[in-house]
T-cell receptor, first 113, second 118 residues
Framework: DGGITQSPKYLFRKEGQNVTLSCEQN?????MYWYRQDPGQGLRLIYY???????QKGDIAEGYSVSREKKESFPLTVTSAQKNPTAFYLC????????????FGEGSWLTVV | AQTVTQSQPEMSVQEAETVTLSCTYD???????LFWYKQPPSRQMILVIR??????QNATENRFSVNFQKAAKSFSLKISDSQLGDTAMYFC???????????????FGQGTILTVHP
């Protein structure tokens, strides 16, 4: 089935460690996004990528890094520089240039212990 | 930069009744999309309805319809015949579709928690 797969669903991280959240899509979409959602809050954009080997910072990029080496993959690394990483992370994708629908993965919960 | 504002943190409605959720946005652009997404307790983001800015006709999807006022930069969602399964967080979102430094950036409002009571 076509869609967006995020893994792992739940992740625990010790302070000072980097962790990478995976996002894979088989929809042949050009654009991909990473959002962070805190409890009871809206979604805030971390990074987005319009095409392979290109990405832009969103509103809260500090402490995060991404890569886009393949069209179908857009992994997010939460570095130790991110002071409050505990949150729900959502990956999304969109067809370009005419795409008018954004598809979301099921999300990943990251908890710092 | 674009902003999206949802001024109603929480709303409630009785089953079978109608409810309207509000959304306003700010942009100087003319080519964009607007969306309403539903997020139930499972956290899955589900597209409810989409509106293209160049279309004057309001979008409709079954029990869901929008009131799109481009000049006023308003985009409200009306849910008719509310059902218990409509209970969720609802997000309004803006997507710039051409030009500008924010091309392709999807911006969300803060969300409205809707509770449907039996």
């Amino acid at each position: 089935d076509g869609g967006i797969t995020q893994s792992p669903k739940y992740l625990f991280r010790k302070e000072g460690q980097n962790v990478t959240l995976s996002c894979e899509q088989n929809l042949n979409h050009d654009a991909m996004y990473w959002y962070r959602q805190d409890p009871g809050q809206g979604l805030r954009l971390i990074y987005y990528s319009q095409i392979v080997n290109d990405f832009q910072k969103g509103d809260i990029a500090e402490g995060y890094s991404v890569s886009r080496e393949k069209k179908e993959s857009f992994p997010l690394t939460v570095t130790s520089a991110q002071k409050n990483p505990t949150a729900f992370y959502l990956c999304a994708s969109r067809v370009r240039p005419s795409g008018n629908t954004i598809y979301f993965g099921e999300g990943s919960w990251l908890t710092v212990v | 930069a674009q902003t999206v504002t949802q001024s109603q943190p929480e709303m409630s409605v009785q089953e079978a009744e109608t409810v309207t959720l509000s959304c306003t946005y700010d942009t100087s652009e003319s080519n964009y999309y607007l969306f309403w997404y539903k997020q139930p307790p499972s956290r899955q983001m589900i597209l409810v309805i989409r509106q293209e800015a160049y279309k004057q006709q309001n979008a409709t999807e079954n029990r869901f319809s929008v009131n799109f006022q481009k000049a006023a930069k308003s985009f409200s969602l009306k849910i008719s015949d509310s059902q218990l399964g409509d209970t969720a967080m609802y997000f309004c979102a803006f997507l710039l579709n051409a030009g500008g430094t924010s091309y392709g950036k999807l911006t969300f409002g803060q969300g409205t928690i809707l509770t449907v009571h039996p």
